[in-house]
């Protein structure tokens, strides 16, 4: 917590979607003010459906508003329940609702993007919102962050949390530019009402569907009102790399062509899907320089094969709080202890969503075989234990303050 004789810190936040936002929550906890600095002029999550696992849920839990995020969120009783794209076999399940708080201390949950940023800016101050506030460029002057905003406003802070996405302002400004490389891969997503969608999509359940070159996703979101879907085909000469892009149903279903006729079904009764590219971007070294980082996918995109894209920028913001407040007297200090604190555990979780689609995408054959019988045996559950019961206070008190 800030002390009293500790001049508080001015703290700008660029992006109010779930990281930036989990942020802000987070410092108010703490005593420390900020401004969130977002360019739309309403508070609003673009996409679909997420899923929050017990690392995330336990953040939340913390900010005081698991409960009002519940009654949105859909509370998952199977998880990883791989299917085999030909005929939906089932190739392996867990069962959640039996082992998850067990484990964990919390259960899992799908939601809708928008239905748990509304549950997030509950924790956060009205007043520390500035929407319609698009940040145009980032400059020092004495070492000090400069903002400059599109409609001419300049704001000096003394740390800057760049929690802006994928084509980050603040991100260019501070790390070496890179160009991102193909993947090859673009992900098609859509929601489909619950009226539409059939029993088996209903079911408060994650189910993979995999095949050759292809896999899709789907599970309940906004209290069950929807069944969200996400998949992954070859990008072709899709390289647009948005979340307002979209292509048609007709587009999306000749990807499926001669899947099992339930998930054809399904995906006819989408809704207008979004498509886009997924891009591949090397691990960061560092994020920060001087009083400046960042953090969620300005920091560290990642591919969504592991459900961990919202949770680690969560994470990324409980750990942000800590040592800026440990340190508040030094944020250069504490943004490198920030850095040294998270950057191995996202490197690790974007290398190995990286190499999820090779074994999700095999063709049929021996390899795909000794797959499905190794998926038969496992317990993503007990084997992922490393992310689920990650503890942000703990893992920075791993790495302390140095006087």
């Not at 319609?132 to 740390?159: H, M, Q, W």
């Not at 990807?255 to 207008?272: K, M, N, Q």
Request: hydrophobic residues 45%; glycine residues 8%; proline residues 6%.
């Amino acid at each position: 917590m800030v002390g009293s004789t500790t001049r508080t810190p001015r703290i700008a936040i660029l992006g109010g979607g779930i990281g930036g936002l989990v942020a802000a929550a987070f410092l108010h906890r703490a005593g420390l003010p900020s401004t969130v600095y977002e360019q739309a002029p309403k508070l609003r999550e673009v996409g679909a459906g997420l899923v929050v696992a017990p690392n995330a849920a336990r953040l939340l839990r913390q900010l005081g508003v698991l409960e009002t995020f519940v009654k949105r969120a859909v509370q998952l009783d199977v998880g990883w329940e791989f299917r085999r794209w030909q005929d939906g076999t089932v190739l392996s399940a867990e069962d959640l609702a039996a082992s998850c708080e067990r484990l964990y201390g919390e259960q899992t949950y799908t939601a809708h993007r928008a239905d748990l940023l509304d549950a997030i800016k509950n924790a956060v101050p009205e007043t520390a919102f500035r929407l319609g506030k698009r940040c145009v460029e980032l400059t020092f002057r004495a070492e000090c962050p400069v903002l400059r905003f599109d409609d001419g406003e300049v704001v000096e802070a003394d740390i800057v949390i760049g929690a802006d996405g994928i084509h980050s302002i603040v991100r260019n400004a501070i790390a070496r530019p890179t160009q991102p490389t193909y993947s090859g891969i673009c992900a098609f997503r859509a929601l489909v009402p619950a009226d539409r969608a059939p029993a088996f999509a209903r079911r408060h359940a994650q189910s993979l569907w995999i095949g050759p070159e292809h896999h899709l996703v789907h599970y309940p979101v906004s209290a069950g009102e929807y069944v969200n879907l996400v998949a992954f085909a070859p990008a072709g000469d899709i390289t647009v790399e948005s979340w307002s892009a979209t292509a048609t149903v007709e587009e999306f279903l000749t990807e499926f062509d001669g899947w099992d006729p339930r998930l054809v079904d399904l995906i006819r009764a989408a809704d207008t899907p979004g498509r886009w590219a997924l891009l591949d971007r090397a691990p960061l070294d560092r994020w920060s320089s001087g009083p400046v980082t960042l953090l969620g996918d300005a920091a560290h995109p990642m591919f969504p094969f592991f459900g961990q894209g919202a949770a680690q920028a969560m994470e990324d913001a409980a750990v942000l709080a800590r040592c800026i407040a440990d340190d508040v007297s030094d944020p250069v200090r504490a943004l490198q202890r920030y850095d040294a604190v998270r950057i191995p555990r996202t490197t690790r979780i974007q290398e190995i969503s990286h190499a999820r689609s090779h074994v999700n995408h095999l063709p049929d054959g021996l390899e795909q075989e000794v797959r499905d019988r190794d998926f038969a045996g496992a317990d993503p559950l007990v084997a992922n234990g490393w992310i689920y019961e990650y503890d942000p206070d703990i893992a920075a008190a791993s790495v302390p303050v140095r006087v």
